[in-house]
C-alpha cells in the first residue's frame, strides 16, 4: 500500500482481555517500530523488528506484551489479558534500512485501545 | 541514555506570527535531531532532519530548525505561521549508537485568527 496500515483503527477491550493490533508496513520496509502513546505524552518506544527478527524488545511493558513479524512484513502486537493502564494509542513505524538507520519513519495513523 | 526535552506543553500564536518551538537533547556526541507533527487522528509526519552539516535545516511547510552544539538544542521555527499548522511537534533522537528514535512529550501549537 501507499502507506503504513493499522487496525482496527479503534478497540475497546474489557479489563483481563486479550486484544491484538495489526501493523501492515511500507512494501519493502526492512525495520519496523511499535511505539505506546499515552494522552498528552510523547511516543514511548516498545519493540523493532529488522525483517522478522525482533532486534529490541526492551520497551514492552511486561510479559503480556508481545510482538511478531514472522515473514518480515505485517507485525502484530498483542496484550494478554489487558489492563486499564494498557489505554493508550499503539503506533507503528517503519523505515527503508536496517540497524544503523538513520532515515525517516513512516507512522501509521494508530491504533487507540480503551480498555474498561 | 539519550533524552528529548520539549520545555513547552502549550504554545500559542497568532496567525502570521513567528514561531520558534524549543527541544534540548542529552548525549555526548552528535545526534541525529528530527522533528514531527501529528496532526489530530494522524500519524506523526516527518518535517525535517539533522545528521551533519550546515546547522540550519530546512523542511516540508516552510519549516526549519538549527543544531546548535553548545546548547544541546534543536529548536524548530517557521517566519509566519498558518492556521493549519495547528498540531502536536515532537522532536526526537537518535543516538549514534542507537536506531530507535527517542521522542519528545510534545509541543501542542494552538493558532489563533
Known amino acids: 500500500g501507499a502507506g503504513v496500515s493499522q487496525s482496527p483503527r479503534y478497540k475497546v477491550a474489557k479489563r483481563g482481555q486479550d486484544v491484538a493490533l495489526r501493523c501492515d508496513p511500507i512494501?519493502?520496509?526492512?525495520?519496523l517500530f511499535w511505539y505506546q502513546q499515552a494522552l498528552g505524552q510523547g511516543p514511548e518506544f516498545l519493540t523493532y523488528?529488522?525483517?522478522?527478527?525482533?532486534?529490541?524488545k526492551s520497551g514492552l511493558p511486561s510479559d503480556r506484551f508481545f510482538a511478531e513479524r514472522p515473514e518480515g512484513s505485517v507485525s502484530t502486537l498483542k496484550i494478554q489479558r489487558t489492563q486499564q493502564e494498557d489505554s493508550a494509542v499503539y503506533l507503528c513505524?517503519?523505515?527503508?534500512?536496517?540497524?544503523?538507520?538513520?532515515?525517516?519513519?513512516?507512522f501509521g495513523e494508530g491504533s487507540r485501545l480503551t480498555v474498561l | 541514555a539519550q533524552s528529548v526535552t520539549q520545555p513547552d506543553i502549550h504554545i500559542t500564536v497568532s496567525e502570521g506570527a513567528s514561531l520558534e518551538l524549543r527541544c534540548n537533547y542529552s548525549?555526548?556526541?552528535?545526534?541525529?535531531l528530527f522533528w514531527y507533527v501529528q496532526s489530530p487522528g494522524q500519524g506523526l509526519q516527518l518535517l525535517l532532519k539533522?545528521?551533519?552539516?550546515?546547522?540550519l535545516v530546512q523542511g516540508i511547510k516552510g519549516f526549519e530548525a538549527e543544531f546548535k552544539r553548545s546548547q544541546s538544542s534543536f529548536n524548530l521555527r517557521k517566519p509566519s505561521v498558518h492556521w493549519s499548522d495547528a498540531a502536536e511537534y515532537f522532536c526526537?533522537?537518535?543516538?549514534?549508537?542507537?536506531?530507535?528514535?527517542?521522542f519528545g512529550r510534545g509541543t501542542s501549537l494552538i493558532v489563533h485568527p
Open positions: 523488528f529488522q525483517n522478522e527478527a525482533q532486534l529490541d
Open positions: 548525549y555526548g556526541a552528535t545526534p541525529y
Open positions: 539533522y545528521f551533519s552539516g550546515d546547522t
Open positions: 526526537a533522537v537518535n543516538s549514534g549508537g542507537s536506531y530507535i528514535p527517542t
Open positions: 513505524a517503519s523505515s527503508l534500512a536496517g540497524t544503523g538507520n538513520t532515515g525517516e519513519l513512516f
Open positions: 512494501s519493502g520496509h526492512v525495520s
